[in-house]
């Protein structure tokens, strides 16, 4: 079976600072995994995803994630935070097809 | 090209009745997957329809329900609604990829309150 753990159910940063939002998991074979974004009262915005290769993913507005399988961690990350990006991240495994497993949600805020 | 559609985006329904939520994929994506979303529960997946057939299926009751037409829009019915059904129901489509390495891009959701 395959889970998503995301340590911190929120995360305060100052605008301008480096966010990090943590993503753990376990999953029998090639992990593919996602981060979304969800603002209030809407859907899920998709920003990024690990499939193979390059450790290091660039994802939509300025957000990144590193891969490290050691670890099984798939942080994400931006150099400078925007009150903007204040929202509910999720991060994903899928690895049985069409199917996502999501961890619990991590709230970003940040503080102008 | 026009995203992920729901309808409708809100819905109040009383205990016992049954309900049905519609979903229309991006133009081009034969894959839809459908989740449930509660603050207590999270996100959790419910079933996955490719070329009409379920693919793949969540640990949800029978009351829970799904099917997909051959114009790839997917609809879900839940019957005999309980107050715990009350949740976000998310629909998400994505090409038809085996291995789970396909994008899923989400719709609106549809908001079900159970009275």
């Known amino acids: 079976a395959q889970s998503v753990a995301q340590p911190e159910d929120q995360v305060n940063v100052a605008e301008g600072n480096p966010l990090t939002v943590k993503c753990t998991y376990s999953?029998?074979?090639?992990?593919?995994l996602f981060w979304y974004v969800q603002y209030p009262n809407r859907g899920l915005q998709f920003l990024l995803k690990y499939i193979t290769g390059d450790n290091l993913v660039k994802g939509s507005y300025g957000f990144e994630a590193e891969f490290n399988k050691s670890q099984t961690s798939f942080h994400l990350k931006k150099p400078s935070a925007l009150v903007s990006d204040s929202a509910l991240y999720f991060c994903a495994v899928d690895n049985a097809g069409n199917m996502l497993t999501f961890g619990g949600g991590t709230r970003l805020m940040v503080k102008p | 090209k026009a995203g992920v559609t729901q309808t409708p985006r809100y819905l109040i329904k009383t205990r016992g009745q049954q309900v049905t939520l519609s979903c229309s994929p991006i133009s081009g994506h034969r894959s839809v997957s459908w989740y449930q979303q509660t603050p207590g529960q999270g996100l959790q997946f419910l079933f996955e329809?490719?070329?009409?057939?379920?693919?793949n299926k969540g640990n949800f009751p029978g009351r829970f329900s799904g099917r997909q037409f051959s114009n790839s829009r997917s609809e879900m019915n839940v019957s005999t609604l309980e107050l715990g059904d009350s949740a976000l129901y998310l629909c998400?489509?994505?090409?038809?990829?085996?291995?789970?390495?396909?994008?899923?891009?989400f719709g609106p959701g549809t908001r079900l309150l159970v009275l």
């Open positions: 998400a489509s994505s090409f038809p990829g085996m291995g789970g390495e396909e994008t899923q891009y």
């Open positions: 329809y490719f070329s009409e057939t379920q693919r």
């Open positions: 999953v029998s074979g090639n992990p593919y």
